[in-house]
Structure formats: structure tokens, C-alpha cells
């Protein structure tokens, strides 16, 4: 052992030599001391022995008090056995060669008081037990030599509020039956000289502070110094020594050594330091001795324990040196080391470190432990603890030596030191531990068992993780390297996380890795990158090859069709994704099971078909197939078919009308026949909706145009007549991000009869519309604007028949109406990106049939003649109720999307007014609706007729 390293044994006691000096020689230190003590012993009055009698009262000064005068510096005192009082020395300077308080007595210093003692103090012994207290600012006692505290008897000491108790060349000592309370902001104690500067001075120190049994507290403030502390130094129960408070201060020259003092003596001690409070040392030693035992407990914030480097002592800080040390620092505590931590130094010894909770404790909140040179594990048995409730404590120390253990046992640990010359174990029993640097030499080991797991990016020695045992690589996500081999056991867990599209953990082995049967590869989503189709990841590389396979766990989805399956080689084991389920499986409707397998056939390049593959959810699925179904292409021949009541409605009326029948808007609806050509017009506008199905939207409409026609009497009683028309629709899809606008030209012929009350209507119409579409498929990852132009024509025949009963200045008319009426789509392509659709040429017919009843009456204003009209009626609708449309993406099979439906019953109604200005001028209006389950148009019209 070195110089640096020297342990100073508390109990040699060189009291003789206690006041040299360096740079004297030893010779010359004996001839003064001994001519010195020649001179004393002649000078010295006679020792005499006071005991205390308390006759008097309390005053130590009171000469009656004594069994023969006030004690001097020469005098031997003893309090003890059954006075009426206790002395109190309260201010005033008292003196003594020896004191002994025994007997169940107290001795009490106060107010500013002082007692020199210039021998020992005993403070309980065979006799009895015994009490000093010394309180108060300004109130001191000044030992030359030793205090004893509870040998053979139970002794009390308290220094407190202020006051000093100093011992010039000698020790506070405490036996088993010794407490000793130093307490109070300002109270300090101070035991010994300090003339140590220079090895081999340390001999010199005398003054040592020796709880070898009983207990010691310093508290609340105060302040101790010491040549050195020994807790539990020699003894056969337990000595327990306390340092609490903010404020306090245990500062040591020498050492602190808890369990044995360095002289082969067997103790048993231990040092809790809490709340704040500070001890410092030269070195320091936690089971000193061989057969000693010791423990340390740093707890709380701003609580430190430090061994400081100077001359001769390098600041090492050992636990178990040659016996059983344990130490803790949690909850903020704080130790340090201005050399080097050593953990079971010698042969035979044992050492526990700990980070929270000790050995066979619960997990506590971590404490810091910086080591400038690290932390050494020596020839015992070493063990180096985490044991706490961090979730992210951060441990950077450089580790080193042979032997012993790391013991992760709860917490989450961050190491980022030097631990690549460690050739000991390394024990993974609970917790997280994270290496981010080297942890193990090519000797060690590390054993992740049931409960425990290993992560970070560094690198560890040979790694085996048993049943139960995680290995997490990487730091989300990241690469952890193991230099030798790799075993995972039946039930041990390698976690994967995966940034889809980007990277995932790997676990790197410059060795063999065995997966034995029943190991898991458990597989966790991580990020939310875009995710790729075609990415590999590689989660276990191995310089000495792969034996094994995986029971894959977790999340291996990248989405809801695709997956990730574990691939194995020889030297690695990858994930590779795959489609796990056909696109069709997510779809709910018609129209989304059409769009499906149309996507499932498109090739593996196709960035459309890519981008169903990567949906999350069955959900966004659905969305986008909806979104790319078209479904607006399909509506809109719906919607071209029922637009074709506006021209037919126009030749009815006017037909009805003008033969006399009822309604319309014009002067005849009371009147008879009108003879002569007729010019007339009629304008339209119409609004509405059309509910869904569940597999089409509802889709929204609005219309507007104007009809114009002539008509004259022909064929025996018949009245035929033209007409040309233009109309404006607009159509939207809300849901599907789709509209369309339509615009129709129409041309046709109309006429009727009426045989009395009978009346015959009949027509037919010929329309050409260029239609227009315009598309915003979006859904996650995929948006595109879509733009088509296509032709369509539409053709209709349609007749009417009603009976005519008058009512006097009223008629009513029940009435029967058929059309049929027909479209036809020209085949276009959008245009616009990788979702456009080619439609191809198709059509749709749908008959109409009318059941209703109409009624009028007039009235005469002058030259002005009112109608006033109604009708209210069924309508049915059979045939392509539900339009569909034939489509296709590029490169997929054709596929057929139906559109918004026509309703098949709905009820109509009509309000008319009219006004015949004169005999060659009339004038109407009229409002209509259509209502449905789910689905109504609301419309207005306006007439104009001229006759010639």
C-alpha cells in the first residue's frame, strides 16, 4: 500500500508526540517533552479529589458544593451518587484535572461559561450513568485529553445553540452505551491538532473522533472537526453516527473509516448522511477491517460525503476494504472521489455500491457518484448497484478492474463512461440499462434475465438474454453492437422499433448469434414516417453467423394490407414487407369492392396502387376508394335523364292548355280551344338533392334554362307544335370531391287532341349536352386534381291523358302520363395524374309513369282574365334507376361504379298563376317540387304566349 493510501489506525493514540512539527527531529520532540513534564510535576500543586455534594444548590463555584473546596486544574472531580442538585457552571471560568459524571448526575454548561479540563472526561462508567450538556454562544469546555462517553454505563453529551467543545490532544470517544448530540447552527466541536502535513507525519494526529459504539448525531447546523472519525471502529455492536441538516459539517484531516479503524480492530458502523449536510475526508473507508462491517447512506438533497486529495492521501474512497462494506447514495445525495472508488479492494473482502435503494432494499430515487479516476473493482467480492426510480438517471463514470458484478436491478440507468477495461459481470436483473459507449471486456458478460433490459447505441461484451429478458437496441431507433457472441433464450425478447420507411434497431454481433426455439422478435411501430413498400430493414447482423428463427410479436403492420415478415440469412436476420391481405377485404360497399380489385391488380410500381397499400386503417381504405371510384361519372347520366322533365313538362302544358285542358300557366285554363299560330316561351330554374344509397353520395343539383316553341291548329282538331330549348345544370358530390356542369341544347315536337273531356298529349325530344367533370381525389399521402370532358345525347318520348270534369267557374282534370327517356355517353379519359379514369361509351333509360290530379279555376278582372291552378300527383320511375358507369385506371382491369340513384316513388306538385292581358298576350308563373325519401327539387317556371 502506498503512501497515498495510508489508513491511520485511531487506536495507537500518540498523545506524547500529539504538539510536534514537522522538520524537528524526533530527539529533540522527546527532550522537550520530557524536561517539560519534569518542570510541571515540580511546579503542580497536590492533586486532591472534589466530589460533588450539591449542599448548596447548582453552582459549580459554590465551595460548598464540594467535599472540600471548588475544583482546580489539579483536582480529580467526580459527580456522582444522590445530591439534592446537579452542578451547573452558568458563566464563569471552572477548571479540573479529571471529571467523571456518573451516577445517574448531569452536568450542565451555560451562559458563556467555560470548564478546562486538562486530563480525561468520563461521562458514564460502571458506576452510573451520566449527562454533560454545554449550550449557548459563547459557552465552551476545552479538553486536553480524551472524552469517554458510555463505558459500563449509559453517557450523555450534547454540545448545542452555539457552543464549543474542544479536545486539544485527545479523542471523543463512545462506548455501547454512549450518545453524543452536537446540534445547532454555530456549535462546533473540534478533536485534535491537525499538525499533520507530511507523511509520516499522520502520527502526530491524536484527536480522533470514535463512535466504536452508541450513537452519534451532528445536526441542525453544526460543525465538527476532526483528525479523523472512526464509526464503529472497535466494538461488538453496532455504533450509529448521523449527519443531518443543511449547514452541518463532519471535516476530517485524516480519514472516516465505518467498520474497523484500520488497525485490525473488528466494529460494526454506520454513517447515514442526510437533509444537506456535508463530510469530508482524506480518504475513506466502508468496512475497514477483516471481519468489520460497515454501511454508508448519503440521502437528500445537497448531501455530500467527498475524500479530498492532498500531499500523502490521493482522495481514494474504498467500500469494503478488508471487511463488509455497503453504501448508498440516493435521493439526491451526492459522493466523491478525487481519485479513484474501489469496491472490494482486497482478497477476502465484500463491497456494495449502490445507486437508490441498498441490497435487499426497495428502489429509491438515485444519488450522483463522480469518481475523477472511476470506479475500481478490486480482489473481493464487489458489487456496483443500481437500484433506484430514475427514468432517465445519467451515469457516466469510467469502470474498470476484474471481477464482481454490475447489478442493474430497477430504474432506468444512461451509461455514457469508460467501462471497456471491465472484465467482470454485468447483471441485468430489472430496470432499463442504456449503454450509449463500451461497457465489458472481451472477458465479460452480460446477462439480461427475466425482467431486466438492455438498450443504447454502444457496445457490450458477450450478451445473454435468458427468459423473460428484453435487449432493446438503439435509442428509438438506433444500433446496439455486441463485441463477442450473442444467445437469446426460448422466451427472451429482441425489440425491434421501426420508422417505416426510414431505419429500425439492429443488433450488431461480431460473433455467433444462437435464437434458440421459442425466442420473440417483438416489433414496434415507432414514428410516423411515410411508409415504404419496399424498404428492408435489418434487425440481427452476425459476423459468425445466424442459427435459429424468431416467434415474430408486436406490430409488424406497416399498414392495414401490408406487413413486415421476418426474413433469415446467413449472417442476419431482416424484415421484409409483404401484403398480408387483399385490398378488397377493407371494402364495405359496391362501388369501394370495384375500386379494390381493380388497385389489387395494378403492378407493384404503380404509385397509385402504392399509395392504397400504405392506408392505416380499414377506414382510410374506404375513403380513398371512394375517392377514386368516380362515382360522379355514373350520377351524372342519372342526373342528364331526370333533367329531361323541364322540356317535356313545357310541351304538356302548353299542349293541355292550348286544347283547353287544365293548368299551365297560361289564359286557357278555363278556356277552350284556341285557334291560330301560338308563339310562347318558358323559362325554368330548379334546385335540389338526391340522397344516397350507401354506396353512391348524395349529390346536389341545380338547373336553369328556357323552352320556346310554336303551335297551330292541324289535322282535323289536332294541335302540333315545335320547340327548341337550352339548359344549364350543375351537379356536385361533396363527399367524393367531385362536380360536374352539363349543358344541353334541345330540339323536338309535340301535339294532343281533345275529343270532348278526353284529352291526348304527346311529344318527343332529341337533346345534345357536352358535360364537363372536374375531380379532387384525396386521402392520406394522395391527393390529385382530375379534369374531364365528354358528349352525351339524350332522347325522349312521353303522353299524357286526362278527363276534364267542370265545376262550374272551376275544373278539375285526372290525368295519366308515361315517358321514356334515354342516354348516351360518349367514352372519354381524364385528365390530370396517375388516378384518371377512362369511361367508356354507355348509357341508361328510365320510364316514367304519372298518376295525378289537376284542378282551375278563373276569374274576370276587367279585360284581365286569372287562372289559378294546381296539381298534385305520383310519380314512379323503373328501368336504370341506378346509373352506372364502366371504368378504368390505367393498366387495371375495367371495373363498374353505380351512381346516385333516381328515386323510385315520389310525390309531386304544382301552383300556377296566370294572366291573359289581352287576346294575343298571356302571361304565367308557376312554382314545382319533387319529394322523395331522402331526395327533393324545388322549381319555378315562367310563360309567355303570343298569339297571331
Keep these: 500500500m502506498s503512501a497515498g493510501d495510508r489508513l491511520c489506525g485511531g487506536a495507537a493514540n500518540l498523545r506524547l508526540v500529539s504538539a510536534m512539527r514537522p522538520g524537528r527531529p524526533l530527539s529533540t520532540w522527546l527532550l522537550l517533552s520530557s524536561t517539560a513534564l519534569t518542570a510541571l510535576a515540580l511546579a503542580a500543586p497536590a492533586a486532591a479529589q472534589q466530589s460533588w455534594t450539591g449542599s448548596l444548590g447548582s453552582s459549580w463555584f459554590a465551595p460548598g458544593n464540594w467535599t472540600s473546596a471548588v475544583p482546580t486544574t489539579a483536582d480529580a472531580v467526580t459527580i456522582g451518587g444522590t445530591p439534592p442538585a446537579d452542578p451547573v457552571i452558568n458563566g464563569g471560568s471552572a477548571s479540573a484535572s479529571t471529571v467523571t459524571v456518573t ?75 454512549g450518545v453524543v448530540t452536537i446540534t445547532g447552527p454555530g456549535t462546533t466541536v473540534d478533536i485534535g491538532t491537525r499538525t499533520v502535513t507530511l507523511p509520516p507525519d499522520w502520527a502526530s494526529a491524536a484527536g480522533w473522533l470514535q463512535p466504536n459504539e452508541g ?16 464509526i464503529g471502529g472497535a466494538g461488538s455492536t453496532w455504533a ?78 474504498r467500500v469494503g476494504f478488508n471487511g463488509d462494506g455497503q453504501v448508498a447514495v440516493r435521493n439526491g445525495g451526492y459522493i466523491g472521489a478525487a481519485n479513484i472508488i474501489d469496491i472490494a479492494t482486497n482478497s477476502g473482502s465484500r463491497g456494495v455500491l449502490a445507486v437508490g435503494g441498498a441490497l435487499g432494499e426497495a428502489a429509491q430515487a438515485p444519488g450522483t457518484i463522480s469518481a475523477a479516476n472511476g470506479i475500481f473493482f478490486g480482489a473481493g467480492d464487489a458489487t456496483l448497484l443500481f437500484n433506484h426510480t430514475g427514468t432517465a438517471y445519467a451515469f457516466d463514470q469510467r469502470i474498470f478492474g476484474s471481477g464482481g458484478q454490475i447489478r442493474h436491478q430497477a430504474g432506468t440507468t444512461i451509461y455514457s463512461g469508460d467501462g471497456g477495461s471491465y472484465n467482470g459481470a454485468i447483471n441485468v436483473t430489472g430496470g432499463r440499462l442504456i449503454v450509449n459507449s463500451t461497457l465489458g471486456a472481451t472477458g465479460s458478460t452480460v446477462t439480461v434475465g427475466n425482467g431486466g433490459t438492455l438498450g443504447g447505441s ?76 419496399d424498404t428492408v430493414y435489418t434487425v440481427l447482423s452476425a459476423t459468425g453467423g445466424v442459427t435459429g428463427t424468431y416467434v415474430v410479436t408486436g406490430d409488424p403492420e406497416l399498414s392495414t394490407f401490408y406487413q413486415l ?99 299551365g300557366g297560361g289564359t286557357e285554363a278555363v278556356a277552350g280551344n284556341v285557334p291560330g299560330i301560338a308563339f310562347w316561351s318558358q323559362g325554368y330554374g330548379a334546385w335540389g338533392r338526391s340522397a344516397g344509397d350507401g354506396n353512391a353520395a348524395t349529390l346536389s343539383h341545380d338547373s336553369g334554362g328556357l323552352v320556346v316553341g310554336a303551335d297551330m291548329p292541324a289535322f282535323d282538331g289536332w294541335r302540333v307544335g315545335l320547340l327548341a330549348g337550352y339548359g344549364d345544370a350543375g351537379f356536385e358530390s361533396g363527399a367524393r370531391a367531385a362536380k360536374g356542369s352539363a349543358e344541353t341544347t334541345t330540339l323536338g315536337l309535340y301535339g294532343g287532341r281533345q275529343w270532348g273531356a278526353l284529352g291526348l298529349r304527346l311529344g318527343a325530344t332529341q337533346g345534345w349536352s357536352e358535360i364537363s367533370t372536374r375531380r379532387s381525389p384525396a386521402f392520406a399521402g394522395f391527393a390529385e ?60 333509360g328510365v320510364n316514367y309513369g304519372t298518376l295525378g290530379l289537376r284542378a282551375a279555376t278563373g276569374t274576370q278582372l276587367g279585360e284581365t282574365t286569372l287562372g289559378l291552378a294546381g296539381m298534385l300527383g305520383w310519380r314512379h320511375a323503373w328501368g336504370d334507376v341506378t346509373p352506372t358507369a364502366d371504368l378504368r385506371l390505367a393498366g387495371s ?56
Design 458 to 533: 454502444g457496445t457490450v461484451a458477450s450478451l445473454a438474454v435468458q427468459a423473460g429478458g428484453t435487449v432493446s437496441p438503439g435509442n428509438s431507433p438506433g444500433t446496439l453492437t455486441v463485441s463477442g457472441n450473442y444467445t437469446q433464450a426460448a422466451g427472451a425478447i429482441l425489440v425491434a422499433e421501426v420508422v417505416p420507411g426510414v431505419t429500425a434497431d439492429r443488433l450488431v454481433v461480431n460473433g455467433t448469434a444462437t435464437i434458440q426455439p421459442g425466442a420473440i422478435l417483438q416489433l414496434v411501430r415507432a414514428g410516423g414516417g411515410a411508409v415504404s413498400l
Design 240 to 317: 450509529n453516527a448521523t449527519v443531518t441538516g443543511r449547514g452541518t459539517t463532519l471535516q476530517n484531516a485524516l480519514n472516516v473509516y465505518v467498520g474497523g479503524n484500520g488497525n485490525g480492530n473488528v466494529g460494526f458502523g454506520r454513517l447515514t448522511i442526510a437533509d444537506g449536510a456535508v463530510v469530508t475526508a482524506y480518504t475513506g473507508a466502508v468496512g475497514t477491517d477483516t471481519g468489520s462491517f460497515g454501511e454508508m447512506v448519503v440521502t437528500g438533497e445537497g448531501s455530500r460525503y467527498e475524500s479530498l486529495r492532498r500531499t500523502g492521501f490521493n482522495g481514494n474512497f
Design 565 to 663: 415478415y421476418a426474413s433469415y440469412g446467413a449472417n442476419g436476420v431482416t424484415l421484409v414487407p409483404a401484403q398480408s391481405r387483399g385490398f378488397g377485404t377493407a371494402a364495405a360497399t359496391r362501388n369501394q369492392a370495384a375500386v379494390a380489385d381493380a388497385m389489387q391488380g395494378l403492378p407493384a410500381s404503380s404509385a397509385i396502387r402504392t399509395a392504397i397499400g400504405v392506408q392505416q386503417t380499414d377506414a382510410a381504405a374506404r375513403l380513398a376508394y371512394d375517392s377514386l371510384s368516380g362515382e360522379i361519372h355514373a350520377s351524372i347520366r342519372g342526373a342528364m335523364l331526370e333533367e329531361t322533365r323541364f322540356t317535356r313538362q313545357a310541351a304538356l302544358d302548353r299542349v293541355r292548355v292550348s286544347l283547353g285542358g287544365i293548368g
Design 785 to 844: 386534381g382530375l379534369t374531364g370532358k365528354t358528349n352525351a345525347q339524350t332522347t325522349q318520348v312521353f303522353g299524357e291523358m286526362g278527363w276534364r270534369i267542370d265545376l262550374g267557374a272551376a275544373a278539375i282534370e285526372p290525368f295519366a302520363g308515361l315517358a321514356r327517356a334515354d342516354v348516351r355517353e360518349d367514352g372519354f379519359t381524364e385528365r390530370g395524374g396517375s388516378a384518371a379514369l377512362t369511361a367508356e361509351r354507355g348509357n341508361a
Design 103 to 177: 451516577g445517574g448526575r448531569a452536568l450542565g454548561l451555560s451562559g458563556g461559561g467555560s470548564l478546562a479540563v486538562s486530563s480525561t472526561t468520563t461521562i458514564g462508567n460502571g458506576g452510573g450513568a451520566g449527562s454533560v450538556t454545554v449550550s449557548g454562544t459563547g459557552t465552551s469546555w476545552d479538553s486536553t485529553s480524551s472524552i469517554d462517553v458510555g463505558f459500563g454505563g449509559a453517557g450523555s453529551l450534547t454540545v448545542r445553540d452555539g457552543a464549543r467543545l474542544t479536545t486539544f490532544e485527545g479523542s471523543l470517544t463512545l462506548g455501547a452505551q
Design 893 to 948: 382491369a375495367p371495373f363498374i361504379v353505380g351512381g346516385t340513384p333516381i328515386a323510385k316513388d315520389a310525390a309531386v306538385a304544382e301552383a300556377s298563376l296566370s294572366a291573359s292581358l289581352t287576346q294575343a298576350l298571356a302571361l304565367g308563373v308557376s312554382f314545382n317540387g319533387q319529394f322523395a325519401d331522402g331526395a327533393q327539387s324545388l322549381g319555378a317556371r315562367a310563360n309567355l304566349t303570343l298569339r297571331f
Design 215 to 230: 450513537t452519534l448525531v451532528i445536526a441542525n447546523g453544526a460543525a465538527v472537526i476532526a483528525d479523523a472519525t472512526y
